[in-house]
T-cell receptor, first 116, second 117 residues
């Protein structure tokens, strides 16, 4: 089973709201990732967790706050977002530490976020 | 840093004809290369990957890609296009995310494949 699940599928929020995106995998993977994808663009890496510790933060604004409660779960907490943050948010996982060259990442279907 | 360039932003083919999506890479050492596909409003699915084993890599749904070091290319091909192949295709290279970081994926800008009846 190479499935990564994400909830919710769609989310509409105001600029003062607080919401969370959830990602789950049961493949025993130890690295998990958040990407942001704008329309007609490739995904952009936001965060990498390796063995439940944040290993990469690609200079993401603090209004995005990741959390990895355990090896199967990854959350992205959202607060005071801007309309330009509207995008598809993709979660991915990979088997090892995220530090292995050529490691395959498995992607979830994404959460489509609209900030009003 | 390693990078990939997808040479066509849009490719249009007729159903049943061959597909060629072009990708060139830039790398100072032997790269790890991937092709991912993204159907509308969906996540990304791995089609195939090259990690310095056989230069001709076979993937899912009849796709294959050939690693050519002399040409620094990793083009994606399929002998006969289906309507269901219409999607966005990304060529991707694995590269270090930072000086003391592990590897992350560097995506090309994508090629949109249109399949006409």
């Amino acid at each position: 089973d190479t499935e990564v699940t994400q909830t919710p599928k769609h989310l509409v929020m105001g600029m003062t709201n607080k919401k969370s995106l959830k990602c789950e995998q049961h493949m025993g993977h130890r690295a998990m990732y958040w990407y942001k994808q704008k329309a007609k663009k490739p995904p952009e890496l936001m965060f990498v967790y390796s063995y439940e510790k944040l290993s990469i933060n690609e200079s993401v604004p603090s209004r995005f706050s990741p959390e990895c409660p355990n090896s199967s779960l990854l959350n992205l907490h959202l607060h005071a977002l801007q309309p330009e943050d509207s995008a598809l948010y993709l979660c991915a996982s990979s088997q090892d530490s995220g530090g292995v060259r050529g490691e395959t990442q498995y992607f979830g279907p994404g959460t489509r976020l609209l900030v009003l | 840093a390693q990078s990939v360039t997808q040479l066509d932003s849009h490719v249009s083919v007729s159903e049943g004809t061959p597909v060629l999506l072009r990708c060139n890479y830039s790398s100072s050492y032997s790269p790890s290369l991937f092709w991912y596909v993204q159907h509308p409003n969906k996540g990304l699915q791995l089609l195939l990957k090259y990690t310095s084993a056989a230069t001709l890599v076979k993937g899912i749904n009849g796709f294959e890609a050939e690693f050519k070091k002399s040409e620094t290319s990793f083009h994606l091909t399929k002998p006969s296009a289906h309507m269901s192949d219409a999607a966005e295709y990304f060529c991707v290279v694995s590269d270090r995310a930072g000086l003391n970081s592990g590897y992350a994926l560097n995506f090309g800008k994508g090629t949109s494949l249109l399949v006409t009846p």
